[in-house]
């Protein structure tokens, strides 16, 4: 049987274990703008944007006081946030150079631009918008054709001004 998941399919949300929850609450909160939908005590959150139940949960139950997963195992290697237009992309990433908030990198992927960081406990985030489709790479024959070249970050930034 050849299954396909529906179109209309979207990823719901991501539940991160946390060594800290008031330093991530200070990133994904604080940093990030995402509001607190419901607190489980001192021990877990969720957050959201636009008031859904939960974009995002936090809990330490199982990763109060631990470290970083290690990085050359198995496991999440980002967690993609995607923002509704280029303007907004702009204005979190002013947002994050003007905290001095450490980014580790910026791509154009020709369907989207992204801005990569980590998060306080060293989970990847990217922070992205998506071009409009009719502008995506496409080769001869139709097929998409993402690339990863160096984002023009003075551009983006002067788009908060457009």
Do not use: C
């Not at 703008?33 to 489980?40: A, M, S």
């Not at 922070?127 to 139709?142: E, I, R």
């Amino acid at each position: 049987m050849n299954y396909q998941v529906p179109a209309q399919t979207t990823i719901g949300h991501i539940h991160l274990k946390v060594s800290d929850l008031d330093k991530a609450l200070s990133f994904y909160h604080e940093l990030l703008g995402f509001q607190i939908t419901q607190r489980y005590g001192a021990q877990a959150v969720f957050l959201s944007a636009g008031g859904y139940h939960h974009h995002i949960g936090l809990n330490t139950w199982q990763s109060k006081g631990g470290g970083p997963a290690p990085r050359n195992t198995a496991g999440l290697y980002h967690t993609a946030i995607l923002y509704p237009t280029r303007k907004d992309l702009a204005k979190i990433l002013q947002r994050l150079i003007d905290a001095r908030y450490p980014i580790s990198g910026a791509a154009d992927h020709g369907v989207s631009e992204a801005i990569y960081l980590d998060d306080p406990d060293g989970n990847g985030v990217e922070l992205y918008w998506d071009k409009p489709k009719s502008d995506w790479p496409l080769d001869a024959s139709g097929n998409l054709q993402m690339v990863t070249e160096a984002l023009d970050i003075a551009d983006l930034l002067a788009e908060i001004n457009r």
